[in-house]
């Protein structure tokens, strides 16, 4: 989609045209599953997160003023709905591999590349993340499982690129520690 | 050559291309070197790599649930639009409150002050009249019955009341404010299921005059019949005018005792003129009318049931609204997804042309009218 149909559609959901809307969100929509599902750390409360995210986008479009991409504007959107939803749920613990249900390992191993991964890697994975700090979380997520550059992440994070830098060395540092106790590396 | 701090800094930039290449250089010197720091990125690097074959795709039904939200979250939105619109009126509770706050500045400062609590007392007392004078319409106020009955094709069959019970004078509509009026209690005889269909009839009545209620095309109703009874509605087209029904009549069916102040209030009384401002019959005759040839009593009335369900990528919601644009919300009921609609023998067939022609239905399958079933998917 170009810029130019970018703009015309997100011109039209200002004025409160829905399916002008959800053309805007529609190819995003798994970038922002993912995020909410890497930040919530389940399928269902991230598709909650996700519903509150694409609502709030909704009733917030009317105040975009293309400071900044829409995509970026709507990635922030996603990464601070969701990392206050978790705030409120208060699931700053590590998940054992025995709450994480089937559903979250399912979902995890659907994809060609998750195949060759076993399903214990793909739990340590999930508690890895979960155990990050907010901040942390927030970066490996958008960086290593969705594959924002670094300048879209300082843009999505609202952070300069040498934070966003600093903060995946960090995360991973700390995701690494966490695998090396887990015995995610002797696999 | 860097030490193992600074390439400890550089492995997340390098194993994600984000180095240039004389530090891209210096840090693969290292690690060539450096056992551990060796170690480290290729643990980095198998997390970061590992981290990429997660990403999960969509649950199945996630657009259509997301859709189904925003649906909802816009009807959210065009509600407090419309309460917003309306502006704000003062309410008559709040003159005690005003009332109160008179008197206490007038206790507080009482020396030198009370012109100011005199005439706080005079503007509330003229501020409740005007209130009062606004929710009882006056006969006084109310057109002559010399002024032109509006068009037949202008009028809404859902009058417009007021909190009091009363129709509002402005029972004349004029093309120039047609901003649709939807009244915030039901005036059909209430049934739970109007509150399922919170768009169409929960909106706020309107407090002036000027905000007259939009008009239908007459063209577009269909002739219905409660089952229950109490109205029957005719476009002028659909009968050979033999209009002889009232609209205080239609207007009863829908709130009794607004009915009679409507017939006051225009200074209609003669049947005839009275279905050709309002544009429809109904089944019940006044007694003025004296020569009810048209319409027979009212005959207890079968219902035919027609129930239409989702196929499941369908809304609901959209298609109440669609409902609602030629039904009355005491024929429609919703039960576990499922809505039924109930109507006459005699306006089934005019019912099921209409879903038929209707873009979110996706099938119809007829029972026989004589209390029989049909069975509508909508897409």
Known sequence: ?187 | MIDCAKARELSGSYIDGELNEAACLSYEEHISCCESCHEEYDMLKKVSVDLSAIATPLPEGFARRMHTALVNEQFKMQKEKEKKSKGFVFPLYRVGSLVAAALVITVIGKYGVYDTYKKVMEDASHMTTMLHEKETPKPADTPAAEEPAPPQEEINYNVTVDNSGEITPSYENTTDNMEEVIPEEPIAPVNDTVEEFPVEATADVPETEESAPAAEDTAAMFSLEKADDTAKFDTGESSGGDHTQSAPSVARAMMPDAAEAVQEEEGITNDTDIAEAAGYTTADTPAASGGGSSSAAATELIPAVVTIHNSGDGSMIMFKKFLLTFLDSSEISENNGEITVTVTDDEYDSVIQRLRSNEYVKSVTEGTPSGGKAVITIR
Request: aromatic share 6%; charged share 30%; with cysteine.
């Open chain 1, 1 to 187: 989609m170009t810029e130019e149909v970018i703009k015309e559609l997100v011109v039209k959901a200002q004025k409160g045209d829905l399916p002008a809307f959800e053309q805007l969100v529609e190819q995003h929509y798994t970038k922002i599953y993912n995020i909410a599902l890497g930040i919530m750390g389940n399928p269902h409360d991230a598709e909650d997160a996700a519903q509150n995210v694409l609502i709030k986008i909704y009733r917030a479009v009317g105040d975009f003023k293309f400071q900044s991409k829409f995509s970026t504007w709507i990635y922030r959107i996603t990464a601070n709905v969701c990392t206050d939803e978790l705030r409120k749920r208060k699931r700053q613990r590590a998940i054992s591999t025995d709450e994480l249900t089937e559903d979250v390992l399912g979902a995890d191993l659907a994809t060609p590349e998750a195949h060759a991964l076993s399903r214990e890697a793909v739990s340590d994975l999930r508690c890895a993340i979960n155990s990050l700090k907010d901040e942390h979380k927030k970066v490996i997520v958008l960086r290593d499982i969705n594959g924002f550059s670094y300048e879209e992440i300082a843009g999505i994070t609202n952070c300069s690129v040498g934070t966003v830098k600093s903060r995946i060395s960090r995360a991973r540092s700390a995701l690494k520690d966490t695998l090396t106790t887990s015995g995610y590396f002797n696999r």
